[in-house]
């Protein structure tokens, strides 16, 4: 079973920047594409980055162009956030896409002035 914790997340200023790192306990995280999700209050859980086990990245139009997904070989993934908004304020998870595992606890992203 793949696990995964969801860390670096916190209080940034519009226009600020913070990297995102997921580390998954499993066995076949290389094999598997992966995605960051977000759920902001009163939304749904929502993928906003995704990247193939090959290493091609995709994008919600949201973020596109401010965020950048990667993953290295040791099971972790990275979401790397830039020009950052109040709009990008919400807890961030980690998951396969489609996601088949429970969820991590995620990680708070809070946008603030």
């Known amino acids: 079973q793949e696990q995964f914790v969801e860390t670096g997340g916190g209080l940034v200023q519009p226009g600020g920047s913070l990297t995102l790192s997921c580390a998954a306990s499993?066995?076949?995280?290389?094999?598997?594409?992966m995605g960051w999700y977000r759920q902001a209050p009163g939304k749904q859980r929502a993928l906003v980055a995704g990247?193939?086990?090959?290493?091609?990245p995709y994008y919600a139009n949201s973020v596109k162009d401010r965020f950048t997904i990667s993953r290295d070989n040791d099971r972790t993934a990275y979401l790397e956030m830039k020009s950052l908004n109040t709009e990008d304020t919400a807890v961030y998870y980690c998951?396969?896409?489609?996601?088949?595992?429970?969820w991590g606890p995620g990680t708070q992203v809070t946008v603030s002035s």
């Open positions: 998951n396969t896409d489609p996601h088949d595992w429970p």
């Open positions: 499993g066995s076949r995280f290389r094999f598997i594409d």
């Open positions: 990247i193939h086990s090959d290493g091609r």
